[in-house]
């Protein structure tokens, strides 16, 4: 098989896989939880985790987890996974609509950064006015990073999920580059380069 | 310069450094680190880190209470006091009170209906696979009320207390044999019991003379740790320690009895040279029973009550008064003292076959065959005054304490043990001084086939000086030495509260108590929300009441005054170490609930006004205002719509 059509399917493979496991995790640790620190994982259909032991500790200072994202989210979200899953099947059978391939998964997950970092503005920051402790002040929980509360931080990160969306997305990317024939970046394996050189993948353009 | 750099050379150099490092590093390291450190069996790092003794203490100790009423646990070497489990006693700070029906239910004389919330521990025996430890129960007996309790260690609670029918208290020596299926207790203090048994026993007996009579009796334990009773003995003595034999003594049953005077006042129970060392075979028990040789009692109709005349018993005279009754690991010797003398008896079991099966007899009491002491004896050892409980370690000792003395004695055993320890049998080879007067004695698994050593704890009776002055009642306290050496090393101690008979040490590994609790099954959890119903008609008021950081839901509740409140307190917490309690103001009532516990409590509102319920536990930083309110509204003002409604979920 063609390398364009491997990586288009890889891709699919990748991107499908993904909606198996978190996108996104956070943890808090608290001096009063030793014995392990609460999570919260977000997959793209749902949220699991310490949701129950987190609100003990998070009404207590007026949040709630998961942060405020709208049900139509799990929704929309895994099926737009599924659109790029088919997109990249489309890639592999057609060899064509290779750079929309590539293109759209980087709109959905600058979208969904976006609204998830709004989402954790919302949730720093509409808390409940009738919370017992009220020192601290609006905060707003980084999408990517560390939140520190006191003694009380909370991690937040990417996780698997997003990592073989990633990774699909690279795929799809790499097969893009390689149909528009660019040159290749600095790095990549002289044969390679030697081949494009020599027209060998041409016919795959 | 060249030639003297060949690979050869190199080779050989590397090779030569790596085995002088590993030789150092093996053999010659130790011994220069050890003669440059001075042993310390006991090493504390400094500063002490965080969980230190979470991670390094090998073994749990139950500790009975004596009257305590429960069981104390603390953690082996650090001799760190972890908790007390309430049995027998109530103890509110361990949430252990007869407001939940349940408890109260297990404290209740099932033949008399009354609570009875006094106790005194003795002797906890924890349960065994083929007579090793298995960390699933620790039984434990009270002697004044005649009860057996079975502690679950995934919960560090009681789960059951069995009542024993036909006594009015004062049991002693209970055991829990080497599977788990039998236990026995024995009946110390003398009875007057019910006509069927007098007349089955056909003894002359005077309810204010006596002499009178007393029994063992045999528990049986399913599978699950229920335990029922099973059958009892009867015979003209009483019976103080027990222990259900393994090994060689398989299918045994041993008991001593100090009083064979059959007196009724201290003077006369010294009054024969000696007393007695009993032997029963338990099949024979069985075998009456199946034979229907058997009585029952009014108060016990379905325990079988065995006369001693039916049974295959024995016994050997044994010094005078004794107190220590234990088995040696193979379930070989028999050792028991003389608390009155300074003699310990070792008694070869395999001799004791032997004489049985030869009829070496010196005659006979009460029907008994009275074995000769000469052909069962291993030995007689004069080793001090007072002597009491003995153990075993895994080398080959037996560790006899001594009251009058204040010290433990170490004895290597003989036959197959001197392979062991290879030193001569039945002496002295090693002492160690307490503070004050040893009532038992511990060593982790000292008490099964699989005695784990290393450690033995002396648990005394007095501390006198060994503490800061703190009035005329003394704490007591327990001693810990080293035994992996000789002489054997006092490294700690601990100050602890009165008063301890026998221990249990379990190692760490086996016990796996849970972080939370689990009551009820999943289907429960429908019910666990928060509900209030009025029965007019019984006067009644149910509450399911959900306890959680930091509310009670409900949290205001109003009752008709002298109405009945049963309340079903359940904590929704998960989290490790958060407790909550329910307490109200001015009412008896106080309980406790461990993570995710059921509680039902039951009490009448017969108080009118305003009383507040909090929580007794620091469980968060709202904890004080974890609080609600009880309204009892005063006969003839109470009108159905003050009733307390839940909004809807």
Known sequence: ?205 | MKALLSPKLVAALLLGLLSGTVLFGLVLGPVVQGAATPPNPYERPYPMPHQFWAQNDEFYVFASGGQQGGLYVYGVPSMKYLSEIPIFVEDQAWGWVAEDTEIREMLTNPWTGKLITRGDTHHPSASKTNGVYDGRWVFINDKQHARIARVDLDTFRTGQILWIPNTTGGVHGFNVGPDTKLAVQNFEHEQYPEEAIRNHLGLDIDPIQGPYVAGVAGIKIADDGTMSNAWQVWGPWHFDMARIGWGTSDGWLITTAYNTERATDPIGMFQRDQDYLFFWNIASIEKAIAEKRYVTTQQAPDVPVVSWKDVEVYVTPIPLNPHGLDISPTGSYILTSGKATTLVVAVDFGKVLQAIQQQKVIGEDYGVKVLDPDAVRAATMDLGMGPTHIEFDDKGYAYVGFFVDSDIKKVPLGGSYQKLHGQTPWKVVDVLPTHYAVGHLVIPGGDTAMPYGKYIISMNKLTKDTFLNHGPLKTENHELFTIGQTPALMVDQMALGPETHYSQALPVSLVKPRVLHSYGDAASLTSRQPSVAYDYDAKEVRVTMSVVRSFFTPGVLTVPQGWTVKARLISGETAMDISHGFALDAYNVTVSMDPGEVRDIEFVADKAGVHWYYCIWFCSELHMEMRGRMVVVPQGEWTPDMETVLPSA
């Open chain 1, 1 to 205: 098989m063609e390398k364009g059509r491997l990586l288009s399917l890889a891709a699919a493979v990748f991107l499908l896989a993904s909606l198996a496991f978190p996108y996104w995790t956070a943890k808090m640790n608290a001096p009063t939880y030793p014995e392990q620190d609460l999570v919260l994982h977000m997959y793209a259909f749902t949220y699991q985790g310490d949701i129950e032991e987190w609100n003990l500790v998070g009404r207590l200072v007026g949040v709630r987890v998961p942060p405020p994202i709208p049900d139509a989210f799990f929704l929309l979200f895994p099926a737009s996974v599924v659109v790029l899953v088919l997109l990249a099947l489309v890639v592999a059978a057609t060899r064509r609509l290779n750079i929309l391939a590539a293109v759209l998964p980087w709109a959905l997950m600058a979208v969904v950064l976006g609204w998830g970092q709004y989402s954790l503005y919302l949730f720093g920051h509409n808390l409940d006015p009738e919370r017992p402790l009220r020192y601290f002040d609006t905060f707003t929980p980084p999408i990517v990073g560390v939140l520190t509360l006191g003694k009380i931080k909370t991690y937040h990160y990417p996780d698997v999920g997003t990592l073989l969306f990633g990774i699909g997305t690279g795929l799809l990317v790499v097969n893009a580059w390689l149909q528009m024939g660019a040159p290749l970046p600095r790095g990549w394996p002289r044969k390679r380069n030697k081949d494009l050189l020599e027209g060998r993948y041409a016919s795959s353009g």
